[in-house]
């Protein structure tokens, strides 16, 4: 199976090493052509306008815009999730929106005393997950083919369209593997791997 991490900034070795010990030995990407041949691919966490300066600056929005169409699945975490939703509360240029679930994020939407905080979160199909937020984005809309497997707070925090999945905190900084094995299982039930 055919795994990349999107490989700009923030903290794909992290991805990296989770998928590691669930026996995948991810490509790190960095340049258009890597792109296709993939199977899925992770969006890190990071900060959303360097990622996308970087995208633009290495001739990746175009590629990735294709991984839609080409119905690739994709996991995108905190940065990685509001570079995959449809629209920003607050419009900015400098953050591009793939749009991969119909959902709209509002960045850094916890305020300063809240910048990081550890909860467990009660996911579906796969009960309590420790989960860490940093500088969180916050989802304040969700579309009728937006599936929520998380909230917190009533707020979504894991959620999913297909072959889309997205988090708003970092499965990839504390020792749990089952938010990556979902998304294995994802990529595992929509291509023909061969
Ligand atoms: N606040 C960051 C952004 O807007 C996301 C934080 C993160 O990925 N940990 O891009």
């Known amino acids: 199976m055919n795994i990349g991490v999107l490989a700009l900034q923030g903290d794909f070795e992290e991805h990296a090493a989770v998928l590691r010990s669930l026996g995948v030995d991810p490509v790190l990407v960095t ?7 993939l199977h899925g691919l992770v969006i890190p966490g990071g900060e959303s306008t360097t990622m996308t300066r970087l995208i633009r600056v290495e001739g ?12 690739v699945p994709v996991f995108g975490t905190c940065a990685g999730i509001i570079l995959m ?16 679930l119909d959902i ?11 910048e990081s ?20 984005p916050r989802v304040v809309q969700v579309g009728t083919e937006v ?5 917190h707070e009533g ?16 499965p990839e900084v ?9 998304f294995l299982d994802l990529v595992r039930s929509s291509a023909p791997i061969g």
Not at 104 to 114: I, L, P, S
Not at 117 to 136: D, N, P, S, W, Y
């Open 60 to 71: 990746l929005e175009a590629p990735l815009r294709q991984l839609k169409e080409r119905g």
């Open 147 to 151: 599936e929520v497997l998380a909230e």
């Open 85 to 100: 939703a449809r629209a920003l509360a607050e419009p900015d240029d400098r953050v591009i929106t793939f749009g991969f």
């Open 117 to 136: 905080f550890e909860t467990t979160l009660q996911v579906q199909g796969i009960g309590a997950v420790k989960a860490v937020f940093i500088r969180a």
């Open 31 to 37: 340049r258009p052509e890597q792109l296709e041949s």
């Open 174 to 182: 504390v020792p749990t593997l089952e938010i990556h094995q979902l």
């Open 104 to 114: 709209v994020v509002a960045r850094n939407a916890y305020g300063r005393q809240r």
């Open 155 to 170: 707020d979504p925090v894991l959620v999913r369209q297909g072959p889309f999945l997205g988090a708003t905190f970092h």
